[in-house]
């Protein structure tokens, strides 16, 4: 455990000096989230989501919706290319790590505990900036699904790290959260029920969470927090095993 503990640090401290992400971390939560209240007006909004156990259109101010969607997507994106970083680091480096004397569980549980650290910092700045202007109705529920939301982008971001160059797949982590909850999730452009393949995507479940909690005074949606619980959990063992196989690793 020593050993993964040196490894964590490590990692973390060249995150810490990873500039873009440092820059995003301060830029994005402001530019988007507190910018979408500032620069909305003032207004109604028809909004689809559950109540009572049934999906029923609520009127809801414009601002609130539009930086409670604001919110996940940038906690997605920030997190979605730290898991890219992460990857792209990691296959660099932890071959020779385990050549040195480390196992391969030591550099794994290093890796995804940096990862798990990034995901609480991004998911605590994005909160932060959101209670500036807006308070959910449930906020530990919000902040539960945010969590979800981001440690499932980070790992996506990991992926796409096994499989494109760090260019490419930064052109794809900055799009992919914003097609999938600026967009096919949101309740300003989506007002029925979504297509099948919608609800593949990973923001799905999380993002049907935060907008019950954050603009309804009932919790309904629980069950979504459980399903986003478990499409966590599998892209986390795809993850993991697709690690292994890129890094060169042994399981031990």
Same mark, same amino acid.
């Given at each position: 455990?020593?050993?993964?503990?040196?490894?964590?640090?490590? =990692?973390?401290?060249?995150?810490?000096?990873? @500039?873009v992400?440092?820059?995003?971390?301060?830029?994005?939560?402001?530019?988007?989230?507190? $910018?979408?209240?500032?620069?909305?007006?003032?207004?109604?909004?028809?909004v689809?989501?559950?109540?009572?156990?049934? /999906?029923?259109?609520? /009127?809801?101010?414009?601002?609130?919706?539009?930086?409670?969607? /604001?919110?996940?997507?940038?906690?997605? %994106?920030?997190?979605?290319l730290?898991?890219l970083? %992460?990857?792209?680091?990691?296959?660099?480096?932890?071959?020779?790590l385990? =050549?040195?004397?480390?196992?391969?569980?030591?550099?794994?549980?290093?890796?995804?505990?940096?990862?798990?650290?990034?995901?609480?910092?991004?998911?605590?700045? =994005?909160? !932060?900036?959101?209670?500036?202007?807006?308070t959910p109705?449930?906020?530990?529920?919000?902040?539960?699904?945010?969590?979800?939301?981001?440690?499932? @982008?980070?790992?996506? !971001?990991m +992926?796409?790290?096994?499989?494109?160059?760090?260019?490419? !797949?930064?052109?794809?982590?900055?799009?992919?959260?914003m097609?999938?909850?600026?967009?096919?999730?949101?309740?300003?452009?989506?007002?029925?029920?979504?297509?099948?393949?919608?609800? +593949?995507?990973?923001?799905?479940?999380?993002?049907?969470?935060?907008?019950?909690?954050? $603009?309804?005074t *009932?919790?309904?949606?629980?069950? =979504? %927090?459980?399903?986003?619980?478990?499409? %966590?959990?599998v892209?986390?063992v +795809?993850?993991?095993?697709?690690?292994?196989?890129?890094?060169?690793?042994?399981? *031990?």
């Open positions: 455990m020593s050993r993964a503990a040196t490894a964590f640090a490590i =990692s973390l401290r060249e995150h810490a000096r990873n @500039y992400l440092l820059g995003l971390l301060v830029v994005l939560p402001v530019s988007f989230i507190t $910018l979408a209240f500032a620069v909305t007006q003032d207004g109604q909004i028809p689809r989501t559950l109540v009572d156990g049934e /999906m029923t259109t609520v /009127m809801r101010g414009l601002p609130a919706v539009h930086g409670v969607i /604001m919110t996940p997507i940038t906690s997605a %994106l920030i997190a979605g730290a898991g970083f %992460l990857m792209h680091e990691a296959k660099d480096t932890d071959g020779r385990v =050549s040195v004397g480390y196992r391969a569980r030591q550099v794994v549980a290093a890796r995804f505990g940096v990862l798990a650290a990034i995901t609480l910092v991004v998911t605590g700045v =994005s909160v !932060g900036v959101l209670l500036v202007d807006f109705e449930h906020l530990w529920w919000f902040v539960a699904a945010m969590l979800v939301l981001s440690a499932t @982008y980070g790992l996506v !971001g +992926l796409v790290g096994t499989v494109f160059d760090r260019l490419a !797949g930064m052109w794809l982590m900055l799009i992919l959260p097609l999938d909850v600026g967009l096919f999730q949101d309740p300003l452009f989506v007002q029925s029920d979504p297509d099948w393949w919608m609800t +593949l995507l990973p923001g799905y479940h999380s993002v049907r969470v935060m907008v019950d909690v954050a $603009l309804t *009932d919790v309904d949606a629980v069950a =979504s %927090l459980g399903w986003a619980v478990g499409y %966590l959990a892209v986390a +795809l993850t993991i095993a697709l690690f292994y196989r890129k890094t060169g690793l042994k399981r *031990d």
